[in-house]
């Protein structure tokens, strides 16, 4: 993909000096399918719950951009705001059930249309146990699985998203992964015999 | 191109949750969530820039002046006043040189030792 003529950098600079919306707005359109696709991975689907804490991360980056040390990418830095939005979430509102909305019964709705589809039957179904499975997980465990595979962050990088040490991330992984193969079993390949 | 996240040390019974981990990310990567007015959203709820009044930089400015030239015309005399007092004190008082001397080397004693701690606590 060919880079931006602004980059990132040169869009920060111009919120932080001259406090210019027009270069965050254009920070946000850049950056707000990848949050917004996160917090929905992390939010067990739930997109309206996704959306409001997509829109929380973007002010919360607004307002401590002068703080953004440029030592992580810009990405990063969001996804790390993300997640922590998330967790905050999840502790102030530990007795919501996640992903039970009107937008979750929307996108089962997607998921049984784009079903319908012979070549994408399989992916569909895969990404609703997926969904499903990784809704079992616990907050941490599932926030490691999404950041190491599906943003596709190193270990390091996803610690300083988690803000925890690369081991815990690892333990995260471990017993996620664990979880993941009693909840996903009948995907296993049928030679193996499995307990 | 080898996974960073493959545990090594794991059986080769984990290689297929490691493979469908990869196929959903995949599928999933090559979603593109749709912006549909969310940039705008965010842009409408940043608080309004803080904007000044017109008139409060020449009113601080003169509250300061009125008050600089309060204590310039109080200062000299109380500064005298207070500055006899001191010395008065002193003078009262009988210090031997290695009074003096003592008091020195605790006063050197002390910065330096908050110097060492301050450095000792940015590492």
Known sequence: MAEPAVTDAQLIARVVLDDDRHAFSELVRRHQSAVRALLRRLTAGNHALADDLAQETFLLAYRNLRSFRQDAKFSTWLHRIATNAFFAHHRKRTEEPMGDDADSVAEDGWRDEHARGDDHARSATLSIDMERALAALSEAERAAIVHCYHNDLSHEEAAYVLGCPVGTVKTHILRAKRKLKASLAAWAPETNDRT | ?123
């Open chain 2, 1 to 123: 191109m080898s996974d960073p996240h493959h545990d090594p040390d794991s059986s080769r019974d984990d290689d297929w949750i490691e493979a469908l981990l990869r196929e959903d990310a995949r599928e999933h990567a090559q979603r593109v969530v749709a912006d549909d007015g969310f940039t705008a959203r965010v842009v409408t709820a940043i608080p309004a820039p803080v904007t000044l009044p017109p008139w409060r930089t020449p009113l601080l400015v003169g509250m300061w002046a009125a008050a600089g030239l309060g204590l310039a015309t109080m200062l000299p005399d109380a500064l005298r006043d207070t500055a006899q007092d001191v010395l008065r004190f002193i003078v009262a008082q009988h210090f031997s040189l290695r009074d003096v001397g003592v008091v020195v080397l605790a006063f050197a004693g002390a910065s330096w030792a908050g110097t060492l701690y301050a450095l000792r606590q940015e590492r």
